[in-house]
């Protein structure tokens, strides 16, 4: 291991070139614009599989694009457009965002399958695409810059965010419905949010992240219900967002289940079954405010 060469870059591609920005901009947006449009219908769709049709169909015609070098606009409609189509029935169940690493929210195998697990157990999935992550975080990066007197830095990545800023309003322009509702590069007023946690602007990190992120949900679905925090095993940032946990719920009000995945392939995903089978009936917050209690360990187990 020692031998092996590690290449930093940063979260732009930049460094790779205009044109290679651009397309991971695009590779992160449609990706996470197909599961966040999959987790929104899925639940409430009338005939079972129609969603995964839509979207083996869409990633077909996104793959076809993107390899051809196609113009994206064209192939964004076909993708996501049928999906505005699919017949649901009413929105009725409780908002469950996922957040926590990068690889353990999104991939099925290593997470078990944790969407369908929450809505398989009656909640609906609120994802958190890459590029949402990179929004929500940009103003507290760009506040960072400042304050080490990065300015070559801070001048190239205002200059990159302003390019992908334009392409998204020109797709916007293009297909309202689908990329008009998309969140915005700024994030005001997230400092005031995170102190009240304790954090500072001075520090960076994943469990800095997300913290922001866990605001910025919650700005996006004031209805949420509870958060996953979805961790792979002796992961350091999400041990201490983990430690966090109890000083998140006290603040936001909202619960949060922690998931630590091993890989030993242990079913993991059985612990938000408790959340979603009460949580219709009573305050989430009122059930399990005493976890460590007789009570609440019966209530939680269902003995």
């Not at 051809?68 to 064209?74: D, L, N, R």
């Not at 009656?122 to 400042?146: C, H, M, N, S």
């Amino acid at each position: 291991m020692e031998a092996l060469e590690v290449f930093a870059g940063d979260i732009t591609f930049l460094y790779l070139g205009p044109k290679t920005m651009i397309g991971a901009y695009h590779a992160f947006l449609a990706g996470g614009m197909l599961r966040r449009l999959a987790c929104r219908v899925r639940p409430y769709e009338i005939e079972a599989g129609a969603t995964k049709k839509l979207v083996d169909r869409a990633l077909s015609t996104l793959e076809t694009a993107f390899a051809a070098g196609s113009p994206k606009e064209a192939a964004y409609g076909e993708a996501f457009g049928p999906f505005g189509d699919l017949r649901t029935g009413p929105r009725s169940r409780p908002k469950v965002a996922i957040f926590g690493d990068l690889y353990s929210r999104d991939n099925d195998v290593l997470n078990q399958g944790l969407e369908i697990a929450i809505e398989n157990a009656g909640g609906e999935v609120i994802t958190t695409p890459y590029i949402d992550y990179i929004k929500a975080t940009l103003d507290a990066y760009f506040k960072r810059l400042l304050i080490d007197h990065s300015w070559a830095e801070w001048a190239k990545m205002k200059a990159a965010v302003a390019v992908l800023a334009s392409i998204e309003k020109s797709l916007a322009l293009a297909d309202h419905a689908t990329f008009g509702s998309l969140p915005s590069w700024r994030n005001p007023g997230y400092l005031e949010k995170i102190e009240r946690l304790g954090l500072r602007s001075e520090l960076e990190g994943e469990c800095f992240d997300n913290a922001i992120k866990i605001f910025r949900i919650l700005d996006e679905h004031p209805d949420t219900a509870f958060f996953v925090q979805a961790n792979p095993a002796f992961c350091c940032p999400s041990i201490i967002t983990e430690a966090m946990a109890r000083e998140i719920e006290a603040v936001t009000g909202v619960p949060i289940v922690t998931i630590t995945y091993d890989g030993t392939g242990a079913p993991k995903n059985d612990a938000i079954v408790p959340y979603l089978s009460f949580g219709r009936k009573r305050r989430l917050a009122e059930i399990f405010s005493d976890r460590g209690s007789v009570m609440g360990i019966i209530v939680f187990t269902g003995a």
